[in-house]
């Protein structure tokens, strides 16, 4: 790794020592490059990596444990981030500004590092000549499928500005969504947390001290009383076991999820489950429905289009339905039959599909069925939650008033006893 080295008139003098900082920055093929620079201030080194015709990402102070170590700690840019950059690329371009030029001014406002690097990239490959499409294309795990469809789509029609604003509606959809099932799940979740947390301290803590006392009277313990002090023997003797067995089991269903069968087996439960599969059916159709209704508005032919959409579902039964629909198309089959067929999909969405390709509105059609079940996903949300709001008071109930019962039946033994005498 060559560095360059720069001399002030302190250190000539043998003054102050010089610090390390490590960089990151594009160069003008579009690449990332790393390393490090010796230099009095952050600004010297900013000042040498533009002269040079680097654009900086990224410019930190190195110690003896960081330096020369570079870690890209990006995440993952969310819907939000995505549907940020689309509405401002449409409005800057729309106001005469150049692709070029509105790249560099979304970069420099991004947060998220990852995706500002690959802006940074796709501007230089812009620069060379290449089609914003295929410079977006460049960097699937920033950029998806579906907005490389939707900006070539636009560039070939010359409505680059409207399939960005498209694409900016699309992603804020899909925001809310996301928003609205983690908002969802975080009762739930937290609620189990305290269970476990309740369960675990009764089990350590408060059975052991009652046992005590009973094994000093020598009483004889009933049966639900010995289970209770048999796990909590078993958690106390065996804890380190017992996390390491949770981290394999998580591993394993993690892993076996990746996999096509667990893919099938996953999906197939989250149809079979009646609290879920409302909730599933109905984000599928809205999803399927918006992103449909997106590409054909932006001139993306019907068979490219549903095999798109087929990519973006999350379900692998929804995935393999439109995929089959894919196949049925290209002979000539309407769309709207095999998504009946499959039967995934409710009655009023192959109906509304069927009505835009008999009246040739199909987009329109698909925009009204994309509001109808996201206003349903909104509702679905609501009821699930409200579903397991009992559900979980209830079995957290249960779990403890098996332990008390566990703790008050020798009480109750003995008195018993006692009475009897």
């Not at 499409?133 to 939707?150: G, I, N, R, Y």
């Not at 893919?263 to 079979?272: D, N, P």
């Not at 995929?323 to 095999?338: F, H, T, Y």
């Amino acid at each position: 790794m060559m560095k360059s080295v720069f001399y002030t008139d302190r250190d000539l003098d043998g003054g102050s020592v010089m610090a390390a900082w490590g960089y990151v920055a594009i160069d003008k093929a579009g690449k990332e490059i790393k390393g490090s620079r010796d230099a009095d201030n952050k600004e010297l080194v900013l000042r040498d990596l533009k002269n040079q015709g680097l654009i900086v990402l990224e410019i930190t102070e190195q110690n003896m444990l960081t330096k020369d170590i570079n870690i890209d700690l990006g995440s993952k840019p969310t819907s939000r981030d995505m549907a940020v950059f689309c509405r401002q690329f449409s409005s800057i371009t729309r106001a005469g500004v150049a692709i070029i030029e509105t790249l560099n001014m979304l970069a420099e406002s991004t947060e998220n590092k990852k995706m500002q690097k690959a802006i940074y990239a796709v501007r230089a490959d812009v620069e060379k000549g290449e089609s914003f499409a295929d410079s977006l294309a460049q960097h699937p795990k920033v950029f998806p499928e579906l907005l490389v469809q939707m900006v070539r789509a636009g560039e070939a029609s010359g409505s680059l500005e409207t399939a960005m604003e498209h694409m900016a509606i699309q992603f804020e959809k899909s925001a809310k969504t996301q928003a609205l099932v983690k908002k969802a799940m975080i009762y739930p979740v937290v609620v189990a947390f305290v269970a476990v947390a309740v369960v675990i301290t009764m089990l350590v803590f408060v059975i052991p001290r009652y046992m005590d006392m009973f094994e000093q009277l020598d009483a004889e313990l009933p049966a639900i009383t010995l289970a209770v002090v048999g796990l909590s023997n078993f958690i106390q003797n065996k804890w380190f076991f017992i996390i390491l067995s949770l981290f394999a089991m998580v591993f394993a269903v993690r892993t076996y999820a990746k996999t096509n069968s667990g893919r099938h087996v996953f999906g197939g439960l989250q149809l079979k489950m009646p609290a879920f599969k409302n909730f599933v059916v109905k984000s599928a159709c809205s999803q399927m429905s918006r992103t449909l209704s997106t590409l054909l508005t932006a001139g993306v032919p019907l068979i490219e289009a549903v095999d798109i959409v087929a990519d973006t579902m999350t379900n692998i039964w929804f995935k393999e339905a439109l995929k089959e629909s894919v196949e049925q198309i290209m002979i000539g089959v309407p769309l709207s039959q095999p998504l009946q067929t499959s039967g995934l999909f409710p009655p009023m969405v192959y109906h509304m599909v069927r009505i835009g390709e008999e009246s040739g509105s199909m987009e329109e059609m698909l925009n009204k069925l994309a509001d109808y079940y996201e206003e349903e996903v909104e509702m679905a949300v609501q009821a699930l939650m409200a579903a397991m709001e009992p559900m979980i008071i209830i079995v957290l109930a249960c779990i403890v008033g098996f332990l008390i019962a566990a703790v008050m039946a020798p009480m109750v033994s003995m008195y018993s006893a006692l009475d009897n005498l």
